[in-house]
Structures are given as C-alpha cells and as structure tokens.
C-alpha cells in the first residue's frame, strides 16, 4: 500500500483510527506471545517492490470483457482462456481487476485491493501480473 493510500484511509478511518491500530497490535502480540513466536515487521519482497513501480493503464474499456473471444481473436490463441492464472479465483476476479486499473494503481496494489476483495481464496502476485502482461500484449492495457 503506497503511503498516499494509508493517508487516505486514515483519514477515512478519522477518530477510531488509533484505536483499531492499537487493537489489531496488542491481538498481533498476543498472538505470538501464544505461539512462542517473535514479533516482526512484514516487508515488500523484491518482487513487490518491482512491481509495485509499474501502473498499469486501460486503453480498451471494459467492453472488452463483453467479448468472450477478444483475447483468442487478438492474441491468436484459442486456448489463452485455459492459460491465464487467475481464472481459477473466477471471472469476476478478472472483471475486479479490470475496475482496479485506473493509471495510478499499481500492480502491487491491484494484487493487494484483489486479496482484500476475494480472500480468503488467494490471489498472488503473479497471477495478477500474468493476466496484466496478457492485457498488454493484446492492447487493452499499457504498463509503465
């Protein structure tokens, strides 16, 4: 989550902010003081990192979705339905992903608002970014 996009849901979240932090913190604590484990701070993978420089960017509408064959006619692969990852969480995982491209969101980002929306089935990180780089290859999608 890009800092802009913590601030903007802190600022949603106002007054009971502090609370819910403090909260999901002592839970967190309590937690590994259960299991005997040490408390740590997550970090973004290189992947994540990457990955979370590059905004993907809609060309095509989502129109596109409404044309079942557009991906096999564009890419001249029959079979491309079959390949592309995140199907296996539905296909409104891809519609959802679609919503998420905006210019400004990441893929990192995308991948995370998908988590958030479709767990606890798991979305991952390269499923997200095969089905982008398909978009790209066949138009609908620009990422820089």
């Known amino acids: ?3 802009k996009e ?3 849901l802190r600022g949603l979240l106002g007054g009971i902010e502090p609370a819910f932090h403090t909260s999901i913190e002592n839970y967190y604590a309590f937690l590994c003081d259960s299991l005997s484990v040490g408390k740590s701070k997550p970090s973004p993978t290189a992947e994540e990192i990457k990955l979370d420089k590059l905004i993907p960017e809609r060309l095509v509408g989502l129109e596109y979705s409404a044309d079942f064959d557009y991906l096999e006619r564009t890419l001249g692969d029959p079979d491309i339905q079959k390949k592309i990852s995140i ?4 296909f409104t995982a891809r519609w959802e992903a679609l919503n998420f491209i905006d210019g400004k969101r990441s893929i990192t980002a995308i991948r995370d608002a998908l988590s958030a929306e479709f767990s606890p089935v798991p979305i991952t990180l390269e499923m997200v970014e095969q089905y982008l780089r398909i978009l790209e290859k ?7």
């Open 87 to 90: 199907n296996q969480a539905g």
């Open 1 to 3: 989550m890009s800092e």
């Open 138 to 144: 066949a138009g609908v999608v620009s990422i820089k």
């Open 6 to 8: 913590a601030d903007s």
